[in-house]
């Protein structure tokens, strides 16, 4: 389960929507021996050698051009989880969580969802609520996204994020990448960082498939308030990596993934790309938001975020970078944290993993949490209005007395 704290192993379409989509096709599966070993915790390799240096978090300004709040817009926000079972003869199902705006009144009575990491150890949420989707909200259609989370990690392990998304009008469903989650790095059933790559693109694709699909039983309830042509993959380390792929297609031994040209955005968190040629970085066109800390040694930015930035042909292209934020800024860590040791029951052992990993993003050296997920949630919301909803992107002087962020928009 600590692994679910982790991040990975090892930028965008028009902003008009897509007036058609590809027939759904089943993705290939590959698998592969698990690991010889597994690691309790999931930590990933840096992917350069220099890591950077720490710096200290500086006080934002008191009085800025722009307010950047934690991004929660007017819907409250349901949760349900499903799965999307693989129909191909493989043995890779997709456990998946939704996130969804509610109608009027759907949360009265309505209890608090709970993201389960084992029996009687949970993270409650503050804001969202286990309501169905007979509530969605009737203004619809709305936007898709898909969250991809790093490796050995879970589908919500940034609920924060997947959550203010859907307050502002996104539906957003975020699946298990089967093979490379928490519950596989425990159970040692993980597979080969080759295969999982190849994986990863293909279940985004799936997830899409059956989002658009009407005949799906699976997805059914939620089709019809999803519009088919405005489609965006956001991620969080190895998830980046996943984001990427889908707009620049990738190939390794096991495979070539095509680009899927319905996706029409990406945004990018803490990214892993040296999986990515430079050829397939250069192919990316669509829109892209690449956000990162100056402070992260898993997947420090230079190359993790230098090479897409420098290289993609993303229009527009946008970047930010945190100020002392770390890998595990981009996750719900900090909150675990907080949260766990308050329940009677909950498992030590998970209680004291997560600590022992506070030096990744929570510890006082670190840009605040609550800072990191104003500046997250609220450029994360901005660039998608832009690209679905012809609403206008921060500009780089309402955040130029930001000292805690350094924004760059090409």
Same mark, same amino acid.
């Given at each position: 389960?600590?692994?679910?704290?982790?991040?990975?192993?090892?930028?965008?379409?028009?902003?008009?929507?897509?007036?058609?989509?590809?027939?759904?096709?089943?993705?290939?599966?590959?698998?592969?021996?698990?690991?010889?070993?597994?690691?309790?915790?999931?930590?990933?390799?840096?992917? +350069?050698?220099?890591?950077?240096?720490?710096?200290?978090?500086?006080?934002?300004?008191?009085?800025?051009?722009?307010?950047?709040? @934690?991004?929660?817009?007017?819907?409250?926000?349901?949760?349900?989880?499903?799965?999307?079972?693989?129909?191909?003869?493989? +043995?890779?199902?997709?456990?998946?969580?939704?996130?969804?705006?509610?109608?009027?009144?759907?949360?009265?009575?309505?209890?608090?969802?709970?993201?389960?990491?084992? /029996?009687?150890?949970?993270?409650?949420?503050?804001?969202?609520?286990?309501?169905? /989707?007979?509530?969605?909200?009737?203004?619809? #259609?709305?936007?898709?996204?898909?969250?991809?989370?790093?490796?050995?990690?879970?589908?919500?392990?940034?609920?924060?994020?997947?959550?203010?998304?859907?307050?502002?009008?996104?539906?957003?469903?975020?699946?298990?990448?089967?093979?490379?989650?928490?519950?596989?790095?425990?159970?040692?059933?993980?597979?080969?960082?080759?295969?999982?790559?190849?994986?990863?693109?293909?279940?985004?694709?799936?997830?899409?498939?059956?989002?658009?699909?009407?005949?799906?039983?699976?997805?059914?309830?939620?089709?019809? $308030?999803?519009?088919?042509?405005?489609?965006?993959?956001?991620?969080?380390?190895?998830?980046?990596?996943?984001?990427?792929?889908?707009?620049?297609?990738?190939?390794?031994?096991?495979?070539?993934?095509?680009?899927?040209?319905?996706? $029409?955005?990406?945004?990018?968190?803490?990214?892993?790309?040296?999986?990515?040629?430079?050829?397939?970085?250069?192919?990316?066109?669509?829109? =892209?938001?690449?956000?990162?800390?100056?402070?992260?040694?898993?997947?420090?930015?230079? #190359?993790?975020?230098?090479?897409?930035?420098?290289?993609?042909?993303?229009?527009?292209?946008?970047?930010?970078?945190?100020?002392?934020?770390?890998?595990?800024?981009?996750?719900?860590?900090?909150?675990?944290?907080?949260?766990?040791?308050?329940?009677?029951?909950?498992?030590?052992?998970?209680?004291?993993?997560?600590?022992?990993?506070?030096?990744?993003?929570?510890? #006082?050296?670190?840009?605040?949490?609550?800072?990191?997920?104003?500046?997250?949630?609220?450029?994360?919301?901005?660039? @998608?209005?832009?690209?679905?909803?012809?609403?206008?992107?921060?500009?780089?002087?309402?955040?130029?007395?930001?000292?805690?962020?350094?924004?760059? =928009?090409?």
């Amino acid at each position: 389960m600590a692994a679910s704290c982790a991040g990975s192993d090892g930028d965008t379409a028009a902003t008009t929507p897509a007036t058609e989509a590809p027939a759904a096709t089943e993705a290939p599966v590959v698998t592969a021996a698990p690991a010889d070993t597994a690691a309790p915790v999931a930590t990933d390799a840096p992917t +350069d050698t220099a890591a950077p240096a720490a710096t200290d978090p500086p006080e934002p300004d008191q009085d800025p051009d722009l307010d950047l709040d @934690l991004a929660y817009g007017d819907y409250e926000v349901g949760v349900q989880t499903i799965t999307i079972t693989d129909t191909s003869g493989g +043995d890779r199902d997709l456990t998946v969580d939704v996130w969804f705006p509610l109608i009027d009144g759907a949360s009265d009575g309505a209890a608090a969802h709970q993201y389960t990491l084992f /029996p009687d150890t949970y993270y409650e949420s503050p804001f969202a609520f286990a309501v169905g /989707p007979e509530s969605i909200a009737s203004d619809g #259609p709305f936007p898709l996204v898909i969250y991809s989370h790093g490796s050995g990690g879970l589908r919500y392990i940034h609920s924060n994020y997947t959550e203010a998304l859907a307050s502002n009008g996104y539906i957003v469903a975020a699946p298990d990448h089967t093979g490379n989650t928490a519950v596989d790095r425990l159970l040692e059933t993980e597979v080969d960082g080759a295969v999982t790559a190849f994986n990863r693109p293909n279940d985004v694709q799936r997830v899409i498939n059956a989002f658009l699909d009407p005949e799906s039983t699976e997805t059914v309830d939620f089709v019809a $308030s999803v519009n088919p042509g405005q489609i965006a993959v956001t991620g969080h380390s190895f998830g980046g990596f996943t984001a990427y792929a889908m707009a620049s297609g990738f190939s390794n031994e096991f495979g070539e993934f095509i680009a899927d040209e319905r996706v $029409s955005a990406i945004i990018t968190l803490a990214p892993a790309t040296t999986p990515l040629s430079d050829d397939e970085l250069l192919s990316i066109r669509i829109p =892209a938001l690449v956000m990162a800390g100056t402070d992260d040694v898993t997947t420090p930015i230079d #190359p993790n975020v230098t090479r897409p930035w420098n290289q993609s042909a993303s229009s527009p292209s946008y970047r930010v970078d945190l100020t002392a934020a770390e890998h595990e800024t981009f996750t719900d860590l900090c909150a675990y944290q907080a949260f766990l040791p308050t329940l009677s029951n909950a498992l030590p052992i998970v209680i004291d993993t997560i600590n022992e990993r506070d030096e990744a993003g929570c510890g #006082p050296e670190n840009m605040p949490i609550e800072r990191a997920q104003a500046i997250t949630n609220t450029f994360a919301v901005a660039f @998608l209005d832009e690209v679905f909803k012809g609403g206008e992107m921060i500009q780089i002087d309402e955040v130029d007395e930001q000292t805690d962020l350094v924004f760059q =928009a090409e």
